[in-house]
């Protein structure tokens, strides 16, 4: 019975130390250089920033130029700073003039570059000016800088007298200022 206590001690007391030289040996197997856990992990696609229905203002002299309304919100900050916007997004551009008048671009999504100044509009993209016209297309592009907003997508613009089609097209963010490149056709709405 000594012996079998004696045999059940050496046994514990020989436990410790395997468990301890086994733990280290695993620990100091394991390494993951910076390249591996950089291809593990994809920096580019991981938001710094996410917000649920957020509003974006951008002002120019102390005076509003652009409301950004979004369910969505993430900011990546990686090569170039920039701003994914989904989920239904409502742009409000404003005239920096006495009229102070407005223009009014919704989409599905749209990525703001801030280090370029260039906004992309994604999918469904409607621009209403304040006059009523309304332009339909697939992607609308606003270059901050240049003050222009731009697509070679195809487009449609509807007026209170006509409709008109057409590919490529430019304009003044506030819309009240615009040029088709190919323009294909022209439809009266006049009884």
Known sequence: MVDQLQYE????NLRHPFILIFSLTILASCKNSEEDISKFIDSENIAVEQLTNSDIIYTENGHLKVKVISRTMERFSD??????LSGGVHFEFYKLDSTNTKSVLTCERATINN???IMIAN???????FDNKELKSEQLIWDKKKNLVYTESEITIQTDDEIISGVGFKSTPDFTEYEIKK???VFSLSK
């Not at 090569?79 to 994914?84: G, N, Q, S, T, V």
């Not at 999918?123 to 000016?129: E, I």
């Open 79 to 84: 090569k170039e700073e920039r701003i994914e």
């Open 183 to 185: 323009a294909k056709g």
């Open 123 to 129: 999918n469904n993209v409607k621009l209403k000016g």
């Open 115 to 117: 280090t370029t100044e």
């Open 9 to 12: 001690q050496e046994i514990n």
